[in-house]
């Protein structure tokens, strides 16, 4: 198989099910990987329930606590790239990413793209139903990031993304190190840095109907210190060097797609 999705969650009951259903319902070319942060609400219980049905295809990889997207994001790409994916997927679980997209992410990748962007602010793309403080949020995050880093991207905080396996195991993993919207922009601008292509994708983001947003004030400082080390490094400090995987850290494909057995990453 060579695409899969990693979905993070925490508290995501009322959704990760239904989402697993719908991905493979519409799909016979993805596998799914949820890395759960020790919900207190049972969402492990709910995935590995359904992975009798999807047994090769859905995997669950569970961590103690709430360690943050970034790290759970950080551990699913390496585990993906043990595993030998060649298209690497990011969702989130609450519906806010319409799984039809994913197609169009692929199809974005297998036509050149490095890195396909779902994003909300390139012609055709949208928000359903957020509220105007989060729309404000939302861009005012973006133009922030395209006036001091100057990356050509629209939506820099987008987390509906396809990563093609070289861009992954061309990034040293181990220096991204952000949380929350800053981990997604930092993605995306090593990727820029190391020369790849980013293509946006216009896509509809629609409000979770169910469970409750994870945002917070601290996610918000995170983003706005973030794109200014960023910023920093990339004058003064050479983040080219910094971020390439010169070799050190190794994640080539040791197995097949679904041993439970994880090799190690160094
Ligand atoms: N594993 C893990 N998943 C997380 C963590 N924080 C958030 N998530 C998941 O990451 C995805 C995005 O989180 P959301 O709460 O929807 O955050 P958001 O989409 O930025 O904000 P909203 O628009 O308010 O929903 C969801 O699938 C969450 O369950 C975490 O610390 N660990
Ligand atoms: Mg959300």
């Not at 190391?194 to 947003?213: A, H, M, N, T, Y």
Request: aromatic share 12%; net charge positive.
């Amino acid at each position: 198989m060579e695409n899969i999705v990693i979905i993070p969650t925490y508290n995501e009951r009322e959704n990760i099910g239904h989402l697993i259903d719908i991905i493979f319902a519409q799909y016979d070319n993805f596998h799914i990987l949820v890395i759960d942060d020790g919900s207190p609400d049972n969402t492990a219980a709910l995935v590995k329930d359904r992975q009798v049905k999807y047994s090769g295809k859905l995997f669950l990889e569970e961590r103690k606590g709430k360690l943050g997207l970034g790290t759970a994001y950080i551990h699913g790409f390496k585990w993906a790239l043990k595993r030998g994916y060649q298209f690497i997927f990011e969702m989130d679980a609450d519906f806010s990413h319409n799984p039809k997209d994913l197609q169009r992410l692929y199809e974005a990748c297998k036509n050149g793209a490095d890195v396909a962007v779902g994003s909300r602010y390139v012609k055709g793309g949208g928000t359903i139903n957020w509220p105007n403080n989060r729309i404000l949020l939302s861009k005012g995050g973006s133009l922030y990031t395209r006036l001091i880093t100057w990356m050509p991207v629209r939506d820099t905080t987008a987390g509906f993304v396809c990563y093609t396996r070289e861009v992954l195991e061309s990034i040293n993993l181990d220096q991204i190190r952000f949380l929350g919207y800053a981990f997604q922009i930092e993605m995306k601008f090593a990727s820029w840095k190391l020369g790849f292509k980013i293509k946006e994708v216009p896509i509809i983001f629609e409000d979770r109907k169910f469970g409750v947003s994870k945002m917070h004030k601290g996610i918000v400082k995170e983003g706005i210190w973030g794109v200014l080390k960023l910023r920093w490094l990339s004058l003064f400090k050479d983040y080219h060097n910094r971020v390439k995987n010169t070799g050190t850290a190794s994640y080539s494909a040791v197995s097949k797609p679904g041993d439970q057995v994880l090799a190690k990453t160094k």
